[in-house]
């Protein structure tokens, strides 16, 4: 990436920042799908852990987390995502957002190693960020300079292929849509008028992507029968579905996590250090 010229993806986010929270904050698929994973997220960091976020958008996780005495430095591409999350963590001790995209965590690891900060005690990505990388292993290598031996990292990317998508694709005649999730290599994305592409990452590629620095202790679903955000606003009208879906889904996200919208990944860090 040169200098001063942001990644097609962040450019796509950099135009929808200021209206982002106000479209999808009201979307109460996506409120249940973020609970599942904010308890996750509770669970394997522990009160006072300090905590790098990769693609933190406008910052409503890092927000969180904070509230629940973590401290989180938000990570993103882009720069008014970043200034949004700024803004809400202003007056939070501890938690702080930067412009940094998840392929540029090297040069962070290089920074703070010079300065003598300490490694983080994990790291998560939440809803999909790291399907705008191409490269995850880069992701991994720079993980692995900046997190403890030991600590967890949990990674949320899209599903291969959940049935919720493919229904509501299908009932909307749309089948190109329906199986996207199925190509190989760049599909065409679109938002706030910007064009970029994403990729979606198979298990087997992501678990070999983050070896040998972590190891694989775990994944689930998220939106099992929860449904995506395709389904909305139909969905957010059906509050008392909803939660008998959500619920649902915390005895089926592991066994069928591949059949998730997304798929949580839990990796922890081993003792190989980057050569």
Not at 100 to 116: D, Y
């Amino acid at each position: 990436m040169q200098p001063g010229v942001l990644p097609a993806a962040a450019e796509a986010f950099d135009a929808v920042a200021d209206s982002f929270d106000d479209r999808y904050g009201a979307w109460q698929s996506v409120a249940s799908q973020r609970r599942a994973v904010r308890a996750a997220l509770l669970a394997a960091f522990p009160p006072g852990a300090t905590v790098l976020e990769l693609g933190g958008g406008t910052g409503e996780d890092a927000l969180w987390l904070s509230r629940q005495n973590r401290r989180v430095f938000l990570t993103d591409a882009s720069p008014s995502m970043v200034r949004v999350a700024q803004g809400k963590l202003h007056d939070r001790p501890g938690s702080r957002a930067a412009v940094l995209p998840a392929e540029g965590l090297e040069s962070l690891a290089r920074e703070r190693a010079a300065s003598g900060e300490p490694r983080f005690d994990g790291a998560f990505s939440n809803f999909a960020a790291l399907n705008c990388v191409a490269d995850l292993g880069s992701v991994a290598r720079g993980l692995a300079r900046l997190v403890t031996r030991g600590a967890p990292v949990l990674l949320v990317l899209f599903g291969p292929l959940p049935p919720g998508e493919l229904l509501v694709q299908l009932a909307r005649g749309d089948l190109r849509a329906a199986v996207r999730r199925l190509a190989a290599g760049e599909v065409p994305a679109r938002l706030g008028g910007r064009d970029f592409t994403v990729r979606y990452h198979r298990p087997g590629a992501i678990r070999r992507a983050m070896a040998p620095w972590f190891r694989p202790t775990g994944r689930r679903g998220i939106g099992v029968l929860v449904p995506p955000s395709a389904a909305e606003p139909w969905i957010s009208r059906h509050p008392r579905l909803l939660r008998v879906l959500e619920r649902a889904d915390v005895a089926l996200s592991r066994p069928l996590a591949l059949l998730g919208d997304h798929i949580l990944y839990r990796f922890e860090r081993t003792g190989l250090e980057v050569g």
